[in-house]
């Protein structure tokens, strides 16, 4: 059943933007992103960007995340929003597109109720805050208390949307804290639509209500170069396109913890461990450029300090070996030369 043909009878209207973080989270998210201004719903050049985290069996269609799942697929086609599914294990293993897909999305969703999905999940969601991309969407599917008391210390400024299947098959948005009595209304007699919202519905206005940064043209144009780079180049041609694209990064404005990490997974995936190490050094001498102190990119800057002194030594005991071999060489040389001039008594 689509949305149009549902709809709730008593309606909820919130002021724009008011669902997604909290008044200190926005004031901050804004702090960050001194540099960018944004854009509002109704004056967007393009539609919103949404990725999903799977973590369960497409297969099965009933089960509660497959039905959240097709809830939100509802919601970005009724809001016009380009819908993308990211497996779990793609993303836990740190493909370079993947990564990049789910962390520049506009709007970032992911399902905690599967525990054994929840340290890394909240891991990527850290990233993503950390890029300043603050519209996270976190899906539970209530089913006891404790479990959702201890999800929701963990949220911070995520939005966080606790829901519940009714006997119907309907999937109800509800607030934390009135699930402590929601069973008892699940009944197959019981019409639980007067008094909770759809999850399609609730959704929906988050997706129209998406905020995008005003320079984001320009940052997915050089996301967009990166990609194309990946995609035609490998090895060195492909390190020489990507120096190529970094030289374009002349403004404050692309200078961004995204587009950074983007050159850094793709530096990564060719073991060009070296310019990982002039980037991250380049931005850090740069004065009034803070890009460098994220913790992924000094992650990544420190592995490849580790790899790149690794190489070093490596190559170091190679050319000893090679030393030691041409000398043995020689030497064998010269003792086969004086066997051979030593006089016969035979």
Not at 46 to 56: D, G, K
Not at 164 to 175: E, H, I, L, T
Not at 308 to 332: D, G, P
């Amino acid at each position: 059943m689509s949305l149009h043909e549902l709809k709730r009878k008593d309606p909820v209207w919130v002021s724009a933007g008011s669902l997604w973080q909290d008044s200190l989270a926005i004031e901050l998210s804004a702090a960050n992103c001194s540099g960018k201004q944004v854009m509002s719903p109704r004056s967007r050049t393009r539609a919103v960007s949404v990725a999903y985290i799977a973590n369960e069996d497409a297969s099965v269609p009933q089960t509660e995340e497959n039905l959240s799942l097709k809830c939100l697929k509802e919601a970005c086609a009724d809001a016009h929003a380009v819908f993308k599914t990211i497996p779990f294990e793609r993303i836990s293993l740190g493909t370079t597109d993947i990564l990049d897909s789910f962390y520049n999305a506009d709007v970032a969703v992911v399902e905690m109720s599967d525990t054994f999905c929840q340290p890394s999940l909240f891991y990527h969601l850290g990233v993503r805050e950390s890029f300043s991309m603050t519209n996270n969407i976190i899906l539970y599917c209530y089913k006891q208390d404790s479990d959702l008391q201890a999800i929701k210390e963990q949220c911070g400024s995520y939005t966080f949307i606790p829901y519940v299947v009714s006997p119907q098959g309907k999937v109800f948005a509800c607030d934390a804290s009135m699930m402590t009595g929601i069973k008892e209304l699940m009944q197959p007699s019981f019409q639980l639509e007067p008094l909770l919202t759809l999850l399609v519905e609730r959704l929906v206005h988050l997706l129209n209500n998406v905020h995008i940064q005003s320079s984001e043209y320009f940052r997915e144009s050089i996301r967009h170069e990166i990609r194309m780079a990946r995609e035609r180049f490998s090895g060195q041609d492909l390190s020489n396109e990507l120096s190529r694209i970094q030289k374009r990064l002349d403004s404050v404005e692309l200078l961004t913890p995204d587009i950074v990490m983007n050159l850094l997974l793709s530096y990564r995936d060719i073991q060009d461990y070296d310019s990982i190490i002039k980037l991250v050094e380049t931005l850090n001498n740069l004065p009034m450029c803070m890009v460098a102190r994220h913790q992924n990119i000094k992650f990544h800057y420190i592995f490849a300090l580790n790899r790149y002194r690794r190489l070093l030594l490596h190559s170091h005991f190679v050319f000893i070996i090679i030393q030691l071999l041409v000398i043995m060489w020689f030497q064998l040389t010269v003792l086969c030369n004086n066997l051979s001039l030593q006089p016969s008594f035979a």
